[in-house]
C-alpha cells in the first residue's frame, strides 16, 4: 500500500485532472441514475472496438423523479464514432467536453477522441412549468 501523496496533486500540470475527478464526483452526487444498480452495457466487442457504452437510469420514464445518464469511453489511440439511445429528445450536456447537444431523435452520434469519453444528461427544459408549493410543501 502506498499513501497517495497529495503534493502531487496540487501541481499546475495535473489541475485538469483534480478538476475533471471533482466534477465527476459532483455529477454522481446530483444524478441518481449514477448511484442506480439499473445499468445496460451496450452490446459492443471490446477487445475489436476498445469501447465501452453504458447508461444507467433511475425512476420511471413517466414520472418527474426519472434521471437517465450515458457513458462512452474510448479506451484506444485512434477516434471513434459511437451512437448512443436516449430514452428522449431534447437538450443533453456531455458533462466531459461542456457541449450541449440539441436532438431531435431519440439517438445521439459521437466521435470519441483516442483516449476520450462522453457523459451526457439531460438539460431541463426551461420553459417546462413547474405547479408552484405553497408554504406547506403541497399544491
Given at each position: 500500500?502506498?499513501?497517495?501523496?497529495w503534493?502531487?496533486?496540487?501541481?499546475?500540470?495535473?489541475?485538469?485532472?483534480?478538476?475533471?475527478v471533482?466534477?465527476?464526483?459532483?455529477?454522481?452526487?446530483?444524478?441518481?441514475?449514477?448511484?442506480?444498480?439499473?445499468?445496460?452495457?451496450?452490446?459492443?466487442?471490446?477487445?475489436?472496438?476498445?469501447?465501452?457504452?453504458?447508461?444507467?437510469?433511475?425512476?420511471?420514464?413517466?414520472?418527474?423523479?426519472?434521471?437517465?445518464?450515458?457513458v462512452?469511453?474510448?479506451?484506444?489511440?485512434?477516434?471513434?464514432?459511437?451512437?448512443?439511445?436516449?430514452?428522449?429528445?431534447?437538450?443533453?450536456?456531455d458533462?466531459?467536453?461542456?457541449?450541449?447537444?440539441?436532438?431531435r431523435?431519440?439517438?445521439?452520434r459521437?466521435?470519441?477522441?483516442?483516449?476520450?469519453?462522453?457523459?451526457?444528461?439531460?438539460?431541463?427544459?426551461?420553459?417546462?412549468?413547474?405547479?408552484?408549493?405553497?408554504?406547506?410543501?403541497?399544491?
Amino acid at each position: 500500500f502506498l499513501p497517495l501523496n497529495w503534493e502531487i496533486l496540487e501541481m499546475p500540470d495535473r489541475a485538469q485532472h483534480v478538476d475533471l475527478v471533482r466534477s465527476l464526483i459532483r455529477l454522481r452526487r446530483t444524478h441518481a441514475a449514477l448511484r442506480s444498480d439499473n445499468i445496460h452495457v451496450y452490446p459492443i466487442s471490446f477487445a475489436e472496438k476498445k469501447l465501452i457504452c453504458y447508461d444507467r437510469r433511475s425512476g420511471e420514464l413517466e414520472s418527474q423523479c426519472f434521471d437517465f445518464v450515458v457513458v462512452a469511453l474510448n479506451f484506444d489511440n485512434i477516434s471513434r464514432i459511437v451512437t448512443l439511445k436516449l430514452p428522449n429528445p431534447g437538450v443533453w450536456l456531455d458533462v466531459i467536453s461542456g457541449r450541449k447537444h440539441r436532438l431531435r431523435r431519440k439517438q445521439v452520434r459521437l466521435t470519441l477522441r483516442p483516449w476520450g469519453a462522453a457523459v451526457l444528461v439531460p438539460v431541463p427544459d426551461p420553459t417546462a412549468i413547474t405547479p408552484a408549493l405553497d408554504n406547506t410543501g403541497e399544491n
